[in-house]
């Protein structure tokens, strides 16, 4: 029976490097604190975000996943604020040097509605210090 285990364990580990792949990193992303700055940057809260609306929010990247849309390479974020997650997505791009889960930025552009979910397509952005304080 051990030699059906080792080779499920080797799959196991082929699987997961694969899916890796599609990943920005393979790490979770640290616990996210409620951000108590957003007046103080300008910022709105993503709760209080609607559709259409111009907006500038902060938060942290929960996720960063490269997709494809219409056989364009996309990177897709999540950024969360303590109040809810918006979908940040820029088209036409592999990577980011900075925009990885755990990140503090600030992000700005028009909101799109997309499924039910908030969406920031090539949106401005200004990354922020490491919050080191959070993990």
């Known amino acids: 029976m051990s030699g059906g285990d080792d080779s499920d364990k080797r799959q196991s580990g082929r699987i997961r ?8 990193t393979g790490e979770a ?3 996210v604190r409620v951000q108590e700055d957003t007046a103080v940057r300008g910022c709105t809260r993503i709760c209080d975000c609607g ?7 902060t938060g942290t990247l929960r996720t960063v996943t490269l997709r494809a849309r219409a056989g364009v390479p996309a990177l897709e974020a999540e950024l969360f604020d303590g109040s809810d997650s918006l979908d940040v997505v820029w088209l036409g791009r592999r990577a980011i ?3 990885e889960p755990g990140r503090n930025l600030i992000v700005s552009g028009r909101i799109a509605m997309n499924r ?6 090539n949106p401005k ?3 922020r210090p490491w919050d080191r304080s959070s993990g």
Do not use: C, I, N, T
């Not at 490097?17 to 920005?24: E, I, K, T, V």
């Open 17 to 24: 490097r694969f899916l890796g792949r599609f990943s920005a």
């Open 97 to 99: 040097g900075g925009v």
């Open 51 to 57: 559709d259409r609306q111009v907006v500038k929010v």
């Open 125 to 127: 952005y200004e990354l």
């Open 29 to 31: 992303a640290p616990p």
């Open 116 to 121: 039910g979910r908030r969406v920031l397509f």
